[in-house]
């Protein structure tokens, strides 16, 4: 390319890659509010708390069409006056359940001030630890530990929205957790707007579903409160996120984020991708943000919405964008073995692919120009999970009344 690359290095720094992406719908049943969601592996708050985008590189993440599901069910107030309300929370991915008496959580959580929702708090350091005694209690699994960042999140959001009142919370995704893929900020953005939907704050739009499906799409104003809320569950998970996660999955579509400015970028036609879960756990090596790259493919996504160029063109660039990406963080030492091998099966097939925001595990994503079963079969024989997605969907959706969202089983 003869082009000189803008690397920016941080002290603890991560690579943002062309796609980071993570999609939620919320699914609202009259009182059994739920929502799609996805969620990743634990990461403490101080570890991310040093990110590219946070310090100012450009970065281009775009929604998936994996969602997370969360479903609510308010359960009777009576129960509460009785004594004998609970707040349950059911983790289907884990296939953990927990439940906290609602007077547990009334002592524990509800010192402060009670606001109302419609405008996003940040969770106090007081609150914080008040929550980590709670989850002190549960004894959470050795090789589930991580999970403690989301529960907090959830126990957060929650309260902070509904305040201790009993109900019954489901959470299924199609994503796999803490594999980069931005899980976090998909359970957020669907417990979020789940939970604002059940307050009667945030509403589907009427008669616009989304294309058929039941689900239903929100207004921009509802979107925003959403989004909010959702950011301050990310801070929980994540330390000092930029926000580009939660933003993209309650929005859809494509964002380019550079320092905290916003830009939606249209892409008329569909790019398929192909996602690769290494099931390899991720880890904390160093890694550095690849600014030009991402300002490169936010023109190219601009320029083939308008038609500039032929859509041809557009994935050979794409790929060829993708290619010096992969080659830089490869460069940087941050791959790994198992990325190596989906990169060498892929290349077989002429596929260009790159890892995604996580690193040293993870995901890798794979640019195809047309659905490639073979290689499918042939990642999935070496055992890796595939993923064949369309980039840059819907964002966040409600489903009010009698939708079935988990499979087929109303929850
Ligand atoms: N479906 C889910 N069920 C339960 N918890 C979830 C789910 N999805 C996400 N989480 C929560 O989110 C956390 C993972 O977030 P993390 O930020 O580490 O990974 P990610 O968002 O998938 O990747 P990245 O942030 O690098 O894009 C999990 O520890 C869990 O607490
Ligand atoms: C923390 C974060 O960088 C995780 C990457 O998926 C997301 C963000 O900055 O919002
Ligand atoms: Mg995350």
């Known amino acids: 390319m003869g082009r000189v690359l803008g690397l920016v290095w941080e002290k603890r720094p991560r690579v943002w890659g062309l796609l980071v992406c993570a999609v939620v719908g919320a699914f609202v049943a009259g009182e059994s509010p739920s929502s799609r ?33 969360c479903s609510l069910r308010l359960l009777p107030l009576a129960d509460d006056e009785a004594g004998a309300a609970v707040l ?12 906290w008496p609602c007077a547990q959580l009334r002592e524990a959580l509800l010192t402060e001030e009670v606001a109302g929702a419609q ?3 940040p969770c106090s350091p007081d609150r914080l630890a008040s ?10 699994p050795e090789a589930k530990v991580w999970l403690s960042a989301g529960l907090s999140a959830f126990l957060f959001l929650y309260t902070s929205i509904l305040g201790c009142r009993p109900g019954k919370v489901t959470v299924s995704s199609d994503l796999p957790m803490g ?20 307050a009667g704050m945030v509403a589907a739009v009427d008669g616009i579903s989304s294309k058929g499906t039941g689900w239903e799409l929100v207004g921009k104003d509802d979107l925003e409160l959403v989004n909010q809320w959702a950011f301050q569950g990310e801070k929980i998970i994540h330390g000092k996120p930029s926000g580009i996660d939660n933003t993209v999955s309650t929005f859809g579509s494509m964002i380019k984020f550079k320092k905290g400015e916003l830009t939606n970028l249209k892409s008329r036609n569909p790019i398929k991708m192909l996602i690769t879960d290494t099931r390899v756990g991720r880890n904390k090596k160093a890694l550095v943000a690849v600014n030009s790259i991402s300002e490169e493919v936010s023109s190219l996504v601009e320029l083939a919405a308008n038609d500039e160029i032929a859509i041809t063109s557009k994935e050979e660039k794409l790929a060829e964008l993708m290619e010096m990406n992969q080659g830089l963080l490869q460069c940087m030492g941050v791959s790994h073995s198992s990325i190596e091998t989906v990169l060498r099966t892929t290349l077989k097939f002429n596929l260009v692919s790159k890892l995604t925001g996580a690193e040293g595990g993870g995901c890798v994503l794979t640019l195809i120009p047309t659905l ?16 064949i997605v ?18 087929g089983d109303v929850v």
């Not at 369309?390 to 499979?407: A, K, L, P, R, Y």
Request: charged share 20%; with cysteine; glycine share 8%.
């Open 119 to 121: 405008e996003a708090r």
């Open 88 to 99: 349950e929370l059911d983790l289907r991915d884990p296939g953990l359940t927990f439940s």
């Open 179 to 198: 594999s980069g893929l931005g899980s976090s900020a998909a359970f957020c953005v669907s417990m979020s707007g789940a939970l604002l939907t059940a």
């Open 131 to 140: 929550i980590a005694r709670l989850l002190e209690e549960h004894e959470i």
């Open 372 to 387: 490639l079963e073979k290689v499918i079969a042939e990642l999935e024989s070496q055992s890796f999970r595939c993923f």
């Open 37 to 69: 969601i996805s969620s990743p592996q634990r990461r403490s708050a101080s570890s991310e708390s040093e990110h590219a985008v946070v310090h100012g590189s450009a970065a281009v993440a775009a929604a998936i069409d994996l969602y997370t599901r």
């Open 390 to 407: 369309e980039v840059g969907g819907q964002g966040f959706q409600v489903c009010q009344g009698g939708c079935s969202c988990f499979n």
